[in-house]
Protein backbone atom coordinates (compact mmCIF):
# COMPACT_ATOMS: atom_id res chain seq x y z
CA UNK A 1 0.00 0.00 0.00
CA UNK A 2 2.02 3.10 -0.82
CA UNK A 3 -0.13 5.08 0.98
CA UNK A 4 0.60 3.99 3.96
CA UNK A 5 -3.14 5.08 5.28
CA UNK A 6 -2.17 8.55 4.19
CA UNK A 7 -5.54 10.38 2.32
CA UNK A 8 -5.39 11.50 -1.04
CA UNK A 9 -7.43 13.88 -2.41
CA UNK A 10 -9.06 13.35 -5.99
CA UNK A 11 -12.50 14.49 -7.67
CA UNK A 12 -15.90 12.99 -8.45
CA UNK A 13 -19.21 13.60 -9.89
CA UNK A 14 -22.31 14.02 -7.46
CA UNK A 15 -25.36 12.37 -9.14
CA UNK A 16 -27.28 15.89 -9.68
CA UNK A 17 -23.77 16.49 -11.64
CA UNK A 18 -22.35 18.94 -9.51
CA UNK A 19 -18.06 18.25 -9.33
CA UNK A 20 -16.53 17.25 -5.48
CA UNK A 21 -13.10 16.98 -4.11
CA UNK A 22 -13.21 13.73 -2.26
CA UNK A 23 -10.47 12.71 0.22
CA UNK A 24 -10.18 9.01 -0.21
CA UNK A 25 -8.14 6.83 2.36
CA UNK A 26 -7.30 3.12 2.06
CA UNK A 27 -6.48 0.59 4.21
CA UNK A 28 -5.83 -3.40 5.01
CA UNK A 29 -7.58 -4.70 7.98
CA UNK A 30 -5.64 -7.92 9.30
CA UNK A 31 -5.94 -10.45 12.64
CA UNK A 32 -3.93 -10.40 15.44
CA UNK A 33 -1.36 -12.75 13.69
CA UNK A 34 -1.15 -10.00 10.92
CA UNK A 35 -2.89 -11.84 8.53
CA UNK A 36 -5.10 -10.21 6.03
CA UNK A 37 -8.71 -10.22 6.59
CA UNK A 38 -9.43 -7.82 4.04
CA UNK A 39 -9.42 -3.88 2.82
CA UNK A 40 -11.46 -0.80 3.79
CA UNK A 41 -11.81 2.20 1.85
CA UNK A 42 -13.21 5.83 3.16
CA UNK A 43 -14.24 8.44 1.51
CA UNK A 44 -14.85 12.03 2.25
CA UNK A 45 -16.74 14.94 0.96
CA UNK A 46 -13.56 18.12 1.44
CA UNK A 47 -15.23 20.25 -1.10
CA UNK A 48 -16.08 23.55 1.32
CA UNK A 49 -12.24 22.74 2.90
CA UNK A 50 -10.61 23.07 -0.60
CA UNK A 51 -12.50 25.68 -1.82
CA UNK A 52 -11.46 27.66 1.45
CA UNK A 53 -7.81 26.97 1.20
CA UNK A 54 -7.60 27.76 -2.15
CA UNK A 55 -9.56 31.27 -1.90
CA UNK A 56 -7.21 32.28 0.89
CA UNK A 57 -4.57 31.49 -1.53
CA UNK A 58 -5.91 33.92 -4.26
CA UNK A 59 -4.50 37.38 -4.45
CA UNK A 60 -7.61 39.75 -4.61
CA UNK A 61 -8.19 41.14 -7.81
CA UNK A 62 -7.95 44.65 -8.69
CA UNK A 63 -10.25 46.46 -10.96
Known amino acids: M ?3 GRPTLTRALHK ?5 YIEM ?3 L ?3 SGGNVLGSVAMARDVTDRVERER ?8 S
Open 25 to 27: TFA
Open 16 to 20: SGRKL
Open 29 to 31: VRD
Open 55 to 62: AAKTPPQT
Open 2 to 4: KLA
